[in-house]
C-alpha cells in the first residue's frame, strides 16, 4: 500500500485563500454599511432633534461588538449640541433586548436658548420598559442652558446603569435657577455610590443659605444626605436628607443653631406687619410622600435672655382680638415693644393648614398666640413651581 504525501503548499494558499475571503467580505460589510448607518442614524437625530442640520464627522466600526462616531454636531435656532466621540457597545443578548450593552459620550458640549424646551419630549426611540442602555457613560460635558424659567451652566461626567444607580459623577455648576429657586458654585463628587458636595449659596427669593454641604449615599433607589451643614439666617443648621425617587418620598430633619430672628423676619418681607429680635434655636421635620406634604413638624425656643416683639399688623392684631376677648387697644399696647424672656414656637401641620402657636413670656405677662397658614400644601407647591403667593 503506498501512502500519499500530504500536500502542505496546497493547504497553506487554501487557507490563505479563506483568510484574504474573509478580509475582503469584512471589508465590504463595512465600507457598504458605513454610509448606511450614516444615512440611519442622521435621519433619527433629524426627526429625534427637529432639525436636518446634523453633522457627522467619521463613522468607525469595529467589529464585532462597537461603533464610534465623531465630531457630531445638532444645531437649530435654539440649540448646539457638538460631541467629539460617541460610543455604541453591543452584543447578541443586548441586541435581543433591543437596547446597548454601553452607551458613551466624551468631550461634549451642549448650548440651549430656548423659550420651550421640549427637546426629549418624544419617547418614540425608547425600548419597551423606557430603558435602551444597560450602562451609561458621559465623560467631559459642558452645558449652558436658558429657558423662561430655567437657566444653568457648568460641566460633568456622569456613569450610571439601567437602574439609574450612580457609580461616578463629578460636577462644578457655576449657576443654577429654577423659578425663584437658584444655586451658585456647587461641587458635587460621588464614587462607587458615595460622595459629598458643596453649595457654596442657595436663594430662594431673599433667603440664603450659605455653605451647604453634606455627605451623599446613593442606596438603591434611594438619596441619603448624611451630615448635612451650612448656614443660615446668620445661624447654623445640621440634619439628613433622605429621598426615594422611585416612591416619590423624602424625609427632611433639621436642626437649628443660633438663628437671629430679626433677620428671617426680614429675608420673608414681613418686617412691615412684624418686628421680633433675638436668637433661637430648635429642630424641624418634614415629610413628603407621593408629591403630597404629610408632615410639617418643629419646634423652636429662645435662647439668650429673648427679645423684643412688636406687631403693626391692623387686621392680625383685629382677629386676636375676637379670639381673645381681649380689645384692640390692650392687645396694641402689650405687643408694642413686648419684651420677651421665654419664647417658644411649636409647628405643625394639619388638614393642609400650617399652624404656628407661640407661647412668650415677658415683662408685660404671658401671650399666646396662634397663627393659622391656610392652604398651606397647595401654596407650597404652587410657590416651588413658579406660580404666585397665595
Do not use: H
Amino acid at each position: 500500500m503506498i501512502f500519499k504525501q500530504p500536500n502542505v503548499k496546497s493547504g497553506m494558499r487554501f487557507k490563505l485563500k479563506v483568510f484574504i475571503f474573509l478580509i475582503l467580505f469584512i471589508l465590504s460589510f463595512i465600507i457598504i454599511s458605513k454610509p448606511l448607518i450614516l444615512f440611519f442614524v442622521k435621519n433619527n437625530l433629524s426627526n429625534f432633534f427637529k432639525t436636518n442640520k446634523i453633522f457627522i464627522g467619521d463613522l468607525k466600526i469595529k467589529l464585532p461588538n462597537s461603533i464610534y462616531f465623531y465630531d457630531i454636531e445638532i444645531r437649530n435656532k435654539e440649540y448646539l449640541f457638538k460631541i467629539k466621540e460617541v460610543s455604541l457597545f453591543f452584543d447578541l443578548n443586548s441586541i435581543i433586548k433591543k437596547r446597548f450593552k454601553k452607551i458613551g459620550l466624551k468631550n461634549a458640549s451642549i448650548k440651549i436658548n430656548s423659550k420651550n424646551l421640549d427637546l426629549f419630549k418624544r419617547t418614540d426611540y425608547k425600548t419597551k420598559d423606557g430603558i435602551f442602555f444597560d450602562f451609561l457613560s458621559l465623560s467631559n460635558i459642558y452645558f449652558d442652558i436658558k429657558t423662561n424659567n430655567f437657566s444653568s451652566v457648568g460641566s460633568f461626567s456622569l456613569e450610571l446603569n439601567s437602574s439609574g444607580l450612580v457609580s461616578l459623577l463629578r460636577a462644578e455648576v457655576d449657576s443654577f435657577k429654577i423659578f425663584d429657586f437658584s444655586l451658585y458654585k456647587c461641587f458635587i463628587n460621588i464614587n462607587d455610590s458615595c460622595g459629598n458636595f458643596l453649595i457654596k449659596q442657595a436663594n430662594y427669593r431673599d433667603v440664603k443659605l450659605k455653605e451647604l454641604n453634606s455627605n451623599l449615599v446613593f442606596k438603591e433607589n434611594k438619596l441619603v444626605f448624611d451630615n448635612l451643614g451650612g448656614f443660615l439666617f446668620d445661624g447654623r443648621i445640621s440634619g439628613e436628607f433622605n429621598i426615594d425617587f422611585y416612591k416619590r418620598f423624602l424625609d427632611l430633619n433639621l436642626n437649628f443653631l443660633n438663628l437671629n430672628i430679626e433677620r428671617l423676619i426680614s429675608d420673608f418681607k414681613l418686617d412691615k406687619d412684624l418686628c421680633v429680635s433675638g436668637i433661637w434655636k430648635g429642630s424641624l421635620n418634614i415629610i413628603v410622600n407621593n408629591s403630597e406634604l404629610k408632615k410639617f413638624e418643629g419646634n423652636f425656643k429662645s435662647i439668650n435672655y429673648g427679645g423684643v416683639l412688636s406687631i403693626n399688623n391692623k387686621k392680625f392684631l383685629e382677629n386676636l382680638s375676637r379670639s381673645t376677648n381681649l380689645t384692640y387697644e390692650i392687645l396694641v399696647e402689650r405687643f408694642r415693644d413686648y419684651r420677651y424672656n421665654i419664647g417658644n414656637i411649636e409647628i405643625y401641620f394639619k388638614d393642609k393648614d400650617l399652624i404656628f402657636k407661640l407661647y412668650l413670656f415677658g415683662d408685660k405677662g404671658k401671650s399666646d398666640l396662634l397663627i393659622n397658614i391656610y392652604n398651606f400644601q397647595d401654596m407650597l407647591f404652587k410657590n416651588i413651581t413658579g406660580g404666585k403667593n397665595g
